[in-house]
């Protein structure tokens, strides 16, 4: 499967953006669909893993309660939709693929650029 993640911008803290995981040559619902970001300086952080039955898997302290990950098997698409968004959620985001539920990621999207001003 190929990854396209998209819908990264400017958002002021406390706005809200929806990011986009958008598969080609293979449907996402046969993968376990993880959500990743790094900040500059910062290590990776896993977000969230969304398993092939479209159920949320995991889930990170740092986002739950204000990110949702649904999933649309029409458009083989898994977006992030986030809401209240802080200044230090500013960070390269990425989505990857995982062919077992181990969250071991095989194929992974380009990042796309999430800047929250305050």
């Known amino acids: 499967v190929q990854l396209q993640a998209s819908g990264g911008g400017q958002v002021q803290s406390g706005g809200s953006l929806r990011l986009s995981c958008t598969g080609s040559?293979?449907?996402?619902?046969?993968?376990?669909i993880g959500w990743l970001r790094q900040a500059p300086g910062k290590e990776r952080e896993e977000l969230a893993c969304?398993?092939?039955?479209?159920?949320?898997?995991y889930v990170a302290d740092s986002v739950k309660g204000r990110f949702t990950f649904p999933r649309d098997d029409a458009k083989n698409a898994v977006y992030l939709q986030t809401n209240n968004v802080k200044p230090e959620d500013t960070a390269v985001y990425y989505c990857?693929?995982?062919?077992?539920?181990?969250?071991?990621?095989?194929?992974w999207g380009q990042g796309t650029q999430v800047t929250v001003s305050s």
């Open positions: 969304i398993n092939s039955s479209g159920g949320v898997a």
């Open positions: 990857a693929a995982a062919l077992t539920s181990t969250r071991d990621y095989d194929y």
């Open positions: 040559g293979d449907t996402v619902d046969g993968y376990a």
